[in-house]
């Protein structure tokens, strides 16, 4: 068997996850995959039964020594184990040893929500009307509105909005319907009615550029960043940064935690219960500030006035 061979398998497995996988999961884990193979090249181990859980774990940690995060090494540990099964069930390997293999340890990033009266008046901020403009305003209330994923607003069609929700295609190609509010709605209607001076013929993306075709995961991305520059949010703006402030400000107000796992589409409510600890220190902090009892002592050690 040959390194070729190894390749062989990894592009075999990736044929299979493109079927269920985004295409983002595939690139980054091929990416993940040809670091791995380039590290049991260079231990000239030419042959998938020889991966074991001493061998992984060299490899995750010569990827450490290069400087590669905690979260990227999860990904990698994750992208070679979903490999081993493929192995496993092809024969070319007895059993999966990932998980035998220890996951990085995560640093706990709380996500930082925009605050609700800063967004709305960045949101509400006037624009020139232009049809970009029109679309950049809708992009804006949906992603806010609805919670979106990034690849997911980039992925809808016309034929996904529906009067007062729209359908998407979240993780695993698992699809859901998430509400649009009434000032998304008046925006995507705006942008809808200029949509054809810029969009091709026949084309079904909702979101369009300047020559017509859809609209990129980095086009968007670069276009957030502009408009927060333009409209003087002090902040630097992602999408993925509406849809934190989406989620947060929904459970402050509902604190309904499985509807708004429901609408961010979390197959885990663990993953959702980040805005909890989240809205936790949002409440305590309040209470610092507004308890008599929690309020700091004086400097002369004694009870606050």
């Not at 996500?111 to 509400?124: E, G, M, S, Y």
């Not at 919670?147 to 016309?158: C, F, P, S, V, W």
């Not at 509010?181 to 209607?189: I, K, M, N, S």
């Not at 936790?280 to 700091?296: E, K």
Request: hydrophobic share 40%.
């Amino acid at each position: 068997m040959t390194a070729r061979t190894l390749d062989a398998e990894v592009e075999a497995f990736l044929t299979g996850l493109a079927r269920t996988a985004s295409p983002a999961t595939v690139s980054a884990y091929r990416r993940d995959l040809a670091a791995l193979v380039a590290f049991l090249e260079a231990e000239t181990i030419d042959d998938w039964s020889r991966l074991d859980a001493a061998l992984l774990r060299r490899f995750l940690g010569s990827e450490r020594m290069r400087g590669q995060a905690p979260r990227s090494l999860a990904r990698r540990r994750a992208a070679i184990s979903c490999l081993a099964r493929h192995l496993v069930e092809s024969g070319k390997l007895r059993h999966n040893p990932v998980p035998l293999v220890r996951a990085p340890r995560q640093p706990h990033h709380l996500p930082h929500p925009l605050d609700v009266d800063q967004l709305a008046h960045f949101l509400d901020t006037p624009h020139d009307d232009s049809p970009l403009a029109r679309r950049d305003q809708a992009m804006l209330e949906l992603f806010y509105s609805s919670g979106l994923r990034l690849a997911e607003l980039a992925a809808l069609d016309l034929g996904d909005l529906q009067p007062q929700r729209v359908q998407v295609v979240g993780k695993g190609g698992k699809p859901r319907q998430v509400p649009v509010g009434r000032r998304a709605r008046q925006a995507l209607d705006a942008w809808r009615a200029v949509r054809g001076q810029l969009a091709e013929r026949d084309t079904p993306a909702l979101f369009v550029g300047v020559r017509g075709a859809r609209l990129g995961h980095r086009a968007i991305q670069k276009r957030l960043a502009e408009l927060a520059r333009t409209r003087g949010l002090a902040e630097h703006l992602h999408p993925h940064r509406l849809r934190h402030s989406f989620a947060s400000h929904l459970l402050e107000s509902s604190q309904d935690l499985r509807a708004v796992q429901e609408l961010l589409g979390h197959a885990d409510l663990a993953t959702t219960q980040v805005y909890t600890r989240l809205d936790w220190q949002h409440l305590a902090a309040s209470y610092d500030a507004a308890h008599p009892r929690a309020r700091r002592c004086s400097d002369d050690g004694g009870e606050p006035s």
